[in-house]
């Protein structure tokens, strides 16, 4: 675990200090003149499950409600439960808070699809790098941490994770580095190299968990986009069970299937809703990354939905823009 989460933060840290001495220097070249950083290389601080290099905007709270239904694709079934409608396999409310335009501190309730359920989880999430319009900077940086905890009723079983022996077996922990380029006023595209640990696994499994999420927004009209995203895990061959590529490949019945979703994204007013298609049960990032079994091929695929809504505690000004708000 060490060895892991001390590369990561040293990675994280030379992209900070990067960013502080480049900061500097500009700041000694311009005499102060003002950068014009790239806005809105996406929408919200969320593309479909995973976050984006947005941050929420000073004094405003971000208010998200997320839902996932069950397969709508399986034989036999999902003519009886409404395309999977009457199953809802995870459902999340998130509060994120602005504490400045680029460090945001968030707390969120999510009921988890995987081994381990009601999930409590406080973030920390700091852009550390802005993309400028003159392509001097040409991407930007969000680093993002979250600790999570299970209020799970203790199981008997031995053998379950929720068995839970310690109390600190209940925590998981999760960091990224979000890396992100608006290309035109169209495209905007994502990399999220992740590191998920868990206190308790099952046996054979690894606490630590590498992955790398691939993300992108295409819009088709001034208010609403195409989005998609993917978790491929990083593993060494023979590691553990989860591969590569089994739904490319064909592979049935593997136990684990790589997080595919894609969704359409809409904005009205002060809301933001998303309505995707996704292969995964789960909804957070530390229950959906490591258990995912559906197969899109299969038709283990569910329909779900995300509703943003920004609240600003300044008069006058938007809760989206940080801008005055016009009448």
């Given amino acids: 675990m060490n060895k892991y989460i001390v590369s990561f933060i040293l990675l994280c840290s030379s992209f900070i200090v990067k960013a502080q001495q480049e900061d500097l220097l500009n700041s000694m070249l311009d005499e102060g003149k003002k950068k014009d950083y790239v806005m809105a290389t996406f929408k919200g601080t969320r593309l479909i499950n995973g976050h984006t290099v947005e941050t929420t905007k000073k004094h405003a709270l971000d208010f998200l409600i997320t839902h996932r239904f069950g397969d709508m694709g399986v034989k036999g079934i999902s003519g009886h439960t409404l395309l999977g409608i009457d199953n809802a396999s995870d459902i ?13 501190l968030g707390i ?23 993309q400028t319009t003159n392509n001097k900077r040409p ?12 209020s799970m009723k203790k199981q008997s079983d031995p053998l379950l994770i929720s068995s839970f022996p310690k109390f600190g077996n209940r925590m998981s922990y999760l960091v990224e580095a979000m890396i992100a380029r608006k290309f035109n006023k169209w495209l905007s595209v994502q990399l999220t190299p992740t590191f998920l640990w868990r206190n308790l696994v099952d046996y054979n499994d690894n606490n630590g968990l590498f992955f790398m999420g691939f993300g992108a927004r295409a819009k088709v009209t001034k208010r609403s986009s195409i989005i998609f995203e993917y978790y491929l895990p990083l593993m060494g061959k023979g590691q553990n069970y989860r591969e590569y590529f089994p739904m490319i490949t064909g592979k049935k019945n593997a136990t684990y299937y790589p997080s595919l979703h894609i969704g359409y994204e809409l904005e009205t007013g002060g809301h933001v809703f998303h309505i995707n298609l996704t292969n995964s049960d789960g909804l957070l990032e530390n229950d959906f990354l490591p258990f995912n079994s559906k197969n899109w091929a299969q038709g283990g695929f569910r329909l ?12 006058g000004t938007n809760a989206w823009t940080g801008k005055p708000k016009r009448f």
């Fill in 108 to 130: 969120s309730r999510t009921q988890g699809a995987g081994k381990v359920r009601e999930l409590y989880t406080g973030l920390f999430k700091y852009r550390v790098y802005k």
């Fill in 92 to 104: 999340q409310f998130v509060f994120e808070y602005g504490v400045t335009d680029d460090i945001t």
């Fill in 139 to 150: 991407f930007t940086i969000t680093l993002l941490a979250n600790a999570t905890i299970s």
């Fill in 304 to 315: 779900g939905f995300t509703i943003s809504r920004g609240f600003y505690f300044s008069k």
